[in-house]
T-cell receptor, first 115, second 113 residues
Framework: KQEVTQIPAALSVPEGENLVLNCSFTDSAIYNLQWFRQDPGKGLTSLLLIQSSQREQTSGRLNASLDKSSGRSTLYIAASQPGDSATYLC??????????????FGKGTKLSVKP | DARVTQTPRHKVTEMGQEVTMRCQPILGHNTVFWYRQTMMQGLELLAYFRNRAPLDDSGMPKDRFSAEMPDATLATLKIQPSEPRDSAVYFCAEGTTLYNEQFFGPGTRLTVL
């Protein structure tokens, strides 16, 4: 059964710092991997999607990498800003059991960027 | 703005009552997912539909939960009877056909007293 782990559970950094959020998964048979942002009391906003054949995706100050063989993904945030404060969720598109694309979520990393 | 709309946004009800949550995906995206989020368990898949047909509802307690998609613009999740342990935020998401990137609605926050 696929399991997704995110470390750390919470992170506090000063504004302007570059940071890395980590995600690991136990089964490398994945369809894709998606990073989301969730603000308190709100839904999930899709940040980046990496297909299983890709190694990274970039959007603005965000860069996500994928290493299927080691079961890891990282989300890199450059020059962090207070507006980046949110919970970041990693989700793996599962291939198991014929349920192609079902997302298995990590518990998230709660990021706080201090001014 | 969320691509997917969900109603109601908040629901408080008493144990034993029926609860119906609605989701309106964007027409043309043929996969719809229902997730539940709690502090303890995080986000869990309850059920999903492709082309309006249920493909997987193994995450759903069958005795009290039911999910349907009566047409391409409406998906419903019903709980009958509701229990306090059902208190959570319920999200609907739609998946794009090509890459199955999922876009989430704002959620329905359910409180069962």
């Amino acid at each position: 059964k696929q399991e997704v782990t995110q470390i750390p559970a919470a992170l506090s950094v000063p504004e302007g710092e570059n940071l890395v959020l980590n995600c690991s998964f136990t089964d490398s048979a994945i369809y894709n991997l998606q990073w989301f942002r969730q603000d308190p009391g709100k839904g999930l906003t899709s940040l980046l999607l990496i297909q299983s054949s890709q190694r990274e995706q970039t959007s603005g100050r965000l860069n996500a990498s994928l290493d299927k063989s080691s079961g890891r993904s990282t989300l890199y945030i450059a020059a962090s800003q207070p507006g980046d404060s949110a919970t970041y969720l990693c989700a793996v598109g599962d291939l198991g059991g014929g349920s192609q694309g079902n997302l298995i979520f990590g518990k998230g990393t709660k990021l706080s960027v201090k001014p | 703005d969320a691509r997917v709309t969900q109603t109601p946004r908040h629901k408080v009800t008493e144990m034993g009552q029926e609860v119906t949550m609605r989701c309106q995906p964007i027409l043309g995206h043929n996969t719809v997912f229902w997730y539940r989020q709690t502090m303890m368990q995080g986000l869990e898949l309850l059920a999903y539909f492709r082309n309006r047909a249920p493909l997987d509802d193994s995450g759903m307690p069958k005795d009290r939960f039911s999910a349907e998609m009566p047409d391409a613009t409406l998906a419903t999740l019903k709980i009958q009877p509701s229990e306090p342990r059902d208190s959570a935020v319920y999200f609907c998401a739609e998946g794009t056909t090509l890459y199955n990137e999922q876009f989430f609605g704002p959620g329905t926050r359910l409180t069962v007293l």
